[in-house]
């Protein structure tokens, strides 16, 4: 009987460990591992190598990802940093120009500095890609829906110019989870998490997964994993597995909530514009109806200016405010000043992050609640400091 990824992901092999009936992962500390002979070695040697919690947590990604291998590391940032390891000095790489702030500083002062070059591109347009693609492009990373106008990119065509270009797609697909979007089925190579986000979802981990279905690709991950060394150590693998357990659940309580409050901040006088791919009016929403299962859980919204924020961000009690996304708690962040800090104030404005934008992930209070709270906060904004 074959199951959907929801039931299998709970009744895996890694349902019960064979050795105890014990019906959660263990957590294997041990760096090193008792060999039985001189020439014959078992299946773990040394911990950076293999480690059987981490093998339980990459077995499950790769299964939803519909891969063949997944690869576990330290943050989003080392399993990003990982793959652009398989570049090499004098070649190119393609990237969207509103890409998370962390892999914008990495392309622009690391890689930059080791010889790698790279063109930001606007990746809904996918002529603008073709256009940049270069004789020595070696890569294509996409990023979508992007942080934080949720611009959608369309990855089928993205994959075709890829494909005519004979370069690897990477795509960071953080925001929409393998329950609402399976990049590898679109013919995309290499699938990339910061699974300190939704696949965490309990913001307790910092942790990041890389995914491929290509056993070429799977070689080479495997040998960069190790030659690089930015592995997720056992303990945080165990809180990545079992905030996995309920991620179809929260991803479709998040989303629905996140689609009710984007409809709610349309009407609301004090919001000039609403950036959620589920709305139907979003440029990308057809594209993004077509590629995934749904518009997520994060949006965000622009009010009139930086003054406004603040009145808001001083007024709300349900969200935290704070950098990060993807939790059972909602989280308010200032992109400005938070994720995308790294940015010059002209690249920023450019890529639409203005002074009056929010960004809002949505957690799994009551949404009703959630716009009460922000009903009572956006009245604050027209009243002058001194009537407090
Ligand atoms: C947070 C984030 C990252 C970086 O992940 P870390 O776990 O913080 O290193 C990369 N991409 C996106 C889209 C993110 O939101």
């Not at 002979?37 to 911990?47: K, L, N, P, R, W």
């Not at 291998?69 to 398989?86: E, K, L, Q, W």
């Not at 962390?102 to 603008?128: N, S």
């Not at 949006?299 to 406004?308: C, G, I, P, Y």
Request: charged letters at 20%; hydrophobic letters at 40%; aromatic letters at 6%.
């Amino acid at each position: 009987m074959t199951f959907s990824k929801q039931t299998s992901l709970i009744h895996s092999k890694h349902k019960t460990d064979p050795h105890t009936g014990a019906v959660s992962v263990p957590i294997q500390h041990a760096s090193t591992f008792d060999q039985p002979d001189i020439e014959q070695f078992g299946d773990y040697d040394y911990a950076r190598s293999g480690n059987p919690t981490r093998e339980a947590l990459e077995d499950t990604i790769a299964d939803l990802e519909n891969g063949t291998h997944g690869f576990a590391f330290a943050s989003g940032m080392a399993a990003i940093s990982t793959t652009f390891m398989m570049l090499s000095s004098g070649d190119h790489l393609v990237i969207t120009d509103d890409v998370y702030g962390g892999t914008f500083r990495l392309t622009t002062k690391v890689l930059q500095r080791q010889g790698i070059e790279h063109t930001f591109v606007d990746m809904t347009d996918p002529e603008a890609v073709a256009r940049a693609v270069q004789p020595n492009t070696k890569m294509i990373f996409m990023e979508t829906p992007s942080n934080p106008t949720m611009k959608i990119t369309p990855i089928k065509e993205i994959v075709k110019i890829a494909e005519k270009q004979g370069c690897l797609t990477v795509l960071d697909n953080t925001f929409m989870t393998p329950v609402l979007q399976r990049p590898l089925d679109l013919g995309v190579d290499v699938v990339v998490h910061s699974a300190t986000k939704f696949i965490g979802g309990h913001s307790d981990v910092v942790a990041g997964l890389t995914i491929v279905k290509d056993e070429a690709l799977a070689g080479e991950l495997k040998f960069l994993q190790n030659s690089f060394g930015a592995i997720l150590g056992p303990q945080d693998c165990w809180l990545v597995l079992r905030g996995l357990k309920t991620l179809h659940t929260r991803m479709e309580a998040s989303s629905l909530a996140a689609a009710k409050i984007a409809d709610w901040l349309l009407e609301q006088p004090e919001v000039e514009h609403v950036y959620y791919p589920g709305l139907k009016d979003h440029p990308g929403y057809d594209i993004n109806q077509e590629q995934a299962e749904g518009a997520g859980a994060v949006l965000s919204f622009r009010l009139a200016d930086k003054e406004a924020v603040r009145k808001v961000v001083q007024a709300v009690e349900i969200p935290v405010f704070a950098v990060s996304l993807g939790a059972v708690e909602s989280i308010l962040s200032y992109p400005p000043t938070m994720s995308h800090a790294a940015m010059s104030d002209e690249e920023r404005n450019a890529r639409g992050i203005t002074d009056g934008l929010l960004r809002l992930s949505v957690g799994l209070e009551k949404p009703e609640d959630l716009m009460n709270d922000f009903a009572q906060a956006f009245k604050k904004i027209g009243v002058k400091e001194s009537w407090r």
